[in-house]
């Protein structure tokens, strides 16, 4: 079994921070890239941003220069820093990770929970 817990949501005011924290657990073998995905109300699913086991990142142009995404391999853990918050990004923030699982041989998706974020004054 693996589990995605994500933590650090919240309410905050427009230009303000927050830190989301996703650890993964269980048998797991490897992990290859993490991320952060986000649905607001009305709209479909989209990546915020994603980290390769190498470090790679990538990040949609909407979050670009205010959001930062890192990772801790031997923890399996994976944040998402937040600043310069807008009205816009009000939405549930999923944690994906692609992952192996022990006894297994094929790389699957696995996604958190959801944890609210809502940036209002």
């Known amino acids: 079994q693996v589990q995605l817990v994500e933590s650090g949501g919240g309410l905050v005011q427009p230009g303000g921070s927050l830190r989301l924290s996703c650890a993964a657990s269980g048998t797991i073998f490897s992990i290859n890239a993490m991320g952060w995905y986000r649905q607001a ?26 959001f ?20 816009e990004d009000t939405a549930v923030y999923y944690c994906n990770a692609e992952l192996r699982v022990v006894g297994t041989y094929v790389f699957r998706n696995y996604w958190g929970q959801g944890t609210q974020v809502t940036v209002a004054s």
């Open 41 to 66: 109300p009305g709209k479909e699913r989209e990546l915020v941003a994603a980290i390769t086991s190498g470090g790679s990142t990538n990040y949609a142009d909407s979050v670009k220069g205010r």
């Open 68 to 87: 930062a995404i890192s990772r801790d391999n031997a923890k399996n853990t994976v944040h998402l820093q937040m600043n310069s918050l807008k009205p």
